[in-house]
């Protein structure tokens, strides 16, 4: 870190959700509302209600669609998602600080990359979920499942609690980024929260270091503070 780094007890690292997050709303929802495959709703209530883990829940939900959608669905998302104001001043603001951005997504990897390629963000940085193409219907796969330690057991897909197992919480100040359910257990392990939407109350409900935010330049200017003690 340079002289200019903001006060942190610890050096900082950001693990920030992608759907709602990065991009201003949540993609997978969006696909289903406007392809509409039957079914989708019911598969959305059950992971609401959480009768149905996430995981089950998704791919349960692409592969309501043909592989030879994959295309339409991506152009879908990539001309249909808006980006949050302020991802790419964040982006600059790590590079010049030293502090490591990793994205940590629910989402998959055929529309997360495309949507994220002209941020210049290393590929090994962006943790998500896999797809397959080579049966009749979409099949999403899960390369970072859950860990031994994850109170969520294999309901996660993503486990965004595995990735922020990997910096110990002694050696890193953890900051977690994000907007809804799939944050929850992550905002429980980490040190401080920049939190939006169910987030945001979920924090206020359990008493976790918090700060709202509605785009990544207030992010920016928390983190200039050194977060909490602004
Ligand atoms: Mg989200
Ligand atoms: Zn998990």
């Given at each position: 870190m340079n002289d200019t780094t903001p006060d942190f007890p610890r050096p900082p690292v950001l693990f920030c959700d992608f759907d709602?997050?990065?991009?201003?709303?949540?993609n997978i929802v969006a696909v289903m509302k406007h392809?509409?495959?039957?079914?989708w709703e019911e598969i959305v209530r059950e992971i609401i209600a959480d009768t149905k883990s996430v995981k089950q829940g998704v791919g349960e939900m692409f592969a309501l669609f043909p592989s030879s959608m994959k295309d339409e669905i991506k152009q879908y998302i990539l001309s249909s998602a808006g980006i949050r104001p302020g991802f790419a001043e964040l982006l600059s603001w790590c590079r010049a600080h030293d502090v490591p951005f990793y994205v940590t997504s629910g989402g998959i990897d055929f529309f997360v990359h495309p949507l994220l390629?002209?941020?210049?963000?290393?590929?090994?940085?962006i943790y998500c979920n896999g797809s397959d193409f080579s049966g009749d219907s979409i099949r999403i796969t899960w390369p970072h499942d859950c860990d031994?330690?994850?109170?969520n057991r294999g309901r996660c897909g993503m486990c965004k609690t595995a990735v922020i197992r990997r910096f110990p919480e002694d050696r890193y100040y953890r900051i977690l980024i994000g907007d809804s359910v799939t944050d929850f257990p992550g905002a429980k392990i980490v040190d401080l929260v920049f939190s939006r939407s169910h987030l945001t109350d979920k924090c206020r409900e359990l008493g976790l270091p918090h700060l709202p935010f509605e785009t990544f330049h207030d992010v920016i200017h928390h983190l200039e503070q050194g977060g909490l003690r602004s």
């Open positions: 709602g997050t990065i991009t201003l709303s949540d392809f509409n495959p039957p079914g390629a002209p941020y210049g963000i290393p590929s090994d940085h031994d330690y994850c109170d």
